[in-house]
Every structure is written in structure tokens, then in C-alpha cells.
């Protein structure tokens, strides 16, 4: 793919987030109910972890370069779960055209990555994740570094283990950081349906409350959370709905990298790292 293609999706990513202004434009409520907005919202978050990011991250931007619009298209998928204020969707999507303005600029001095065989270092956000990962729990370090180091062997022909090492790698995190005992002890917890234990989305709300965020700050690592566990399901279910061997695997190893962008989102956060 030619820097081109990278233009072109940035060229649809713009659309797409002028499509949603558009529509709040003839939104008259504070507060958006509107199905028609919160599902074109989607469809702008879905296209940009679900195709965009990987070709702009194939062009040589690392994840230190994509944060700021990994974060505001979590921001906008957050304000789709709940009856959110206009004024945050108008906030939250001029963010997202200023950072889409910054990666223009960035794809023209980047060095595009070099599709090879076998593993390659981490990225700066990685290797920070991965550092501080191993001086807090030595084996979540270990599977986060193994999710990375899978993700760039395109020799592999499976990706089902690297969706596990890096939810794995979360979640021992939450454990090491909230332990089913402690989330359980706070005033007025409640287990969630069909659950013998606090889930990993109570654990982030835990961590996070309990250094003084509310919920409007927790709501993206714990949106993000909710679907590291919804996509690492799903894929395990998928394989044997997938009668193509070559077109389940290109197609799992996409997923997975959204699944790693999720990750990357939550693991920041908890780690607070910059």
C-alpha cells in the first residue's frame, strides 16, 4: 500500500466524522438518544481501529503518534453507550479532526515498516508498557511482550494465543491491582449477572475511583475493557464459524490488533504511563 492509501483513509475518516456533525446539527436536545448519531459515531470508531490504524501504523506511525486519536475515538464510542451531552460529541469530534490533521503531517516523514518475518522491538509506548509491566507483575510483562512480538510475525498461522497473552496481561494487572476481595468489600457492590466474582470492568472502575476519578473519567478504560473481553470471546466462538483457513487468519489478525489497541488503551491508563 502507497502512502496514497493512507491519504485515502484519512480522506474517509474525515467524511465520517463529518457525516456525525451533520447529523448533530439537527440534533435540538442537550442530550443525544439519537440512534441514527450514535451509529454512524460507531462506524467512524469501528472504521479507524478496524482498518485505518493498522495502514497508518504500516507507514511507520508508532502508538506514541496514534494515542491521541486512539483516545478520542474511545472518548466517542464511550458517548454512544449512555445519553450523552451534545457538547461533548462536538468537543470530542474536534479533537478527533485535529489529531487526523497531526497524522497527515506525521505520514509524510515517517519511514514505513517493512513487512518481515520473525519479531521486531517494541515501539516506545510498548516498551514503557512492557517495562513497567515487568516491575509490577513479571509474567504480565511477559505475555504482553509475547502479544507484541506475535503481532509482527507474519509467519504465524494463528492468532487465537495472541489474543489470550495480551488479555491475560490485563487482567493479571487488575488482579495485582484490585483483588476480588477488596472490589467486593466497597459499599454497595453488587456482582454483575451470572457472575461468581467482580468482572475485570469493575476492577478498572476500582483502580480508578480509588485515586479519585469519576465517571466520566473512567468510562473510556472501562468501555475499552468491556471489549477486550467481548473480542477475545468472540474469537475463540469464530473459528469454527470460518470455512476459509487464509481468510481466517488475515481476518484474526486484525481483530486481534483491535483487541491490542483496547489493551494498549486500559494498560496507560492503569499504569499511568504518558
Known sequence: ??????????????????????????????????VSIKNASKELVNGYFGEARNLFASKGLDNESLAGLDKWMQELLTHTQRASLKNNYTRT???????????????VSASPVKPQSGTRHLDGKEERIASTLE??????????????????????????GTAAELREALREVLDHLAPDKDVAAQPGFKLEADQKKP?????????????????????????????????VGALARSVYDRSSLSTHVGTTKQEVQQVKAYVDVVLTELLEIA
Open 93 to 107: 469530534l474536534k479533537s478527533i479532526d485535529q489529531e487526523l490533521n497531526g497524522i497527515e503531517v506525521a505520514l
Open 1 to 34: 500500500m502507497s502512502t496514497q492509501d493512507a491519504n485515502g483513509q484519512l480522506d474517509a475518516l474525515r467524511e465520517q466524522v463529518k457525516r456525525v456533525k451533520n447529523l448533530l446539527s439537527r440534533a435540538r436536545a442537550k442530550q443525544v438518544h439519537a
Open 199 to 231: 468482572t475485570m470492568k469493575q476492577k478498572v472502575r476500582f483502580i480508578l475511583a480509588s485515586r479519585g476519578k469519576g465517571k466520566t473519567q473512567t468510562a473510556p478504560a472501562e468501555s475499552s475493557t468491556s471489549l477486550v473481553e467481548d473480542r
Open 135 to 160: 516491575g509490577l507483575v513479571v509474567t504480565a510483562g511477559l505475555s504482553y511482550m509475547q502479544g507484541c512480538a506475535d503481532l509482527r510475525d507474519d509467519s504465524r498461522h494463528s492468532y487465537r
